[in-house]
């Protein structure tokens, strides 16, 4: 069983920065490529970043240059660095584990706030 914990969410000012953090517990952590998701007010919930286990990234063109998606695996967490931060970036931030025939597993979500 895989659990995500995130943290690091607040409210910030546009122009600031905030680093999300995702504590993940469980055997095959390892293994599972990692990524961020975000759900703003009345929006569907969409990818922000991807890392895969081997350490390759991908970010959604909106983000690109301004956040860093990173792992540590000795620390069994994921980072999500955001700067210059936009209004536009206010969303429940959601962290995501998955892996074929592993399973796909989802934290709780942190609040990130950008006020203008």
């Known amino acids: 069983q895989v659990q995500l914990v995130e943290s690091g969410g607040g409210l910030v000012q546009a122009g600031g920065s905030l680093r999300l953090s995702c504590l993940a517990s469980?055997?095959?952590?390892?293994?599972?490529?990692m990524g961020w998701y975000r759900q703003g007010p009345g929006k569907q919930r969409e990818l922000v970043a991807t890392?895969?286990?081997?350490?390759?990234?991908n970010y959604a063109d909106s983000v690109k240059g301004r956040f860093t998606i990173s792992r540590d695996n000795a620390k069994n967490t994921v980072y999500l660095q955001m700067n210059s931060l936009k209004p536009e970036d206010t969303a429940v931030y959601y962290c995501?584990?998955?892996?074929?025939?592993?399973?796909?597993?989802w934290g709780q979500g942190t609040q990130v706030t950008v006020s203008s």
């Open positions: 995501n584990g998955n892996r074929r025939f592993l399973g796909t597993y």
């Open positions: 469980g055997s095959i952590v390892r293994a599972l490529d």
């Open positions: 890392i895969t286990a081997g350490g390759s990234t």
